[in-house]
């Protein structure tokens, strides 16, 4: 019997949008689906070279986001805010024992998770096929449709 | 106890968060040969039901659960 299918559109390139669709394409792996991430807009982030453990979490336009005192907008723009968001959250992360993101973008590649990076926001923003990780394919709607119309799971995070 | 389960391999998953006791299982079964019996530690509230699930899809058995102060044990033998 053929395996089933999952296919994700991973758009976020912040820590804590990078998190869902790395977990649900290692764990759907683990249960013998066939998985694709289609990377696209932000979520190119992810699988730049080096590029998985820098991401961060803004505190900012977060509001459900747990501080450990309660913080205004105006100060939560301030510049170091954001560092100290995302080091706050890795350290929580750490302590549950989560993976990080580059362990879980490692795992996927393991587990034979196919990553297609979206060629057009790539020309949008500059990047080259170079500056992705390696396995990284390249396409746009049409190749994550071919393979979306036969899964049976598809998720836009 | 489970005396009466013959262990073949054992896996400390204990301190992990979603998803790498399941990640980590797998990798522990498929190394595994069938019918050899895997036992997997965790300490993730959630792994009792992630685990059931896992194994349903897989088509692998849960021969037994214990729940211990906190930690949950595995039996699972490798029946895929």
Redesign the interface.
């Known amino acids: 019997m053929a395996n089933k299918k999952m296919t994700i559109i991973a758009s976020k390139g912040s820590l804590d949008g990078a998190y869902p669709p790395l ?1 649900l394409a ?2 759907a792996a ?3 689906l066939d998985v694709t991430i289609f990377f696209t807009f932000f979520g190119l982030e992810i699988i730049k070279k080096e590029n998985a453990d820098k991401l961060k979490i803004s505190p900012l336009g977060n509001p459900a986001m747990p501080m450990p005192v309660p913080i205004p907008a105006l100060v939560a723009a301030l510049p170091s805010m954001e560092a100290i968001a995302t080091a706050m959250m890795k350290s929580k992360f750490n302590k ?4 990080t993101i580059g362990q879980l973008l490692e ?1 996927a590649k393991e ?1 034979g998770v196919k990553m297609i990076a979206c060629q057009m926001t790539m020309d949008v923003m500059g990047y080259k096929q170079s500056d992705f990780i390696d396995g990284v394919e390249f396409g746009g709607a049409a190749m994550w449709l071919d393979v979306a119309v036969d899964s049976q799971v598809n998720l836009f995070i | 106890m489970s005396a009466d389960i013959k262990v073949d391999q054992v896996l400390d998953a204990k ?6 006791p ?2 980590k ?2 990798k522990a079964v498929e190394a595994l040969s069938k019918d050899q019996v895997l036992k997997v530690e965790t300490t ?1 509230a959630g792994s009792k039901n992630d685990m059931a ?2 194994a349903k ?2 088509g692998n058995e849960i021969l037994k659960v214990e729940e211990g102060a906190g930690t949950f044990t595995f039996y699972i033998k490798k029946t895929a």
């Open positions: 977990i290692t764990t683990a249960m013998d549950h024992g989560v993976a795992l587990s | 301190g992990m968060s979603c998803p790498l399941i990640l299982t797998k993730d699930s896992w899809r897989t």
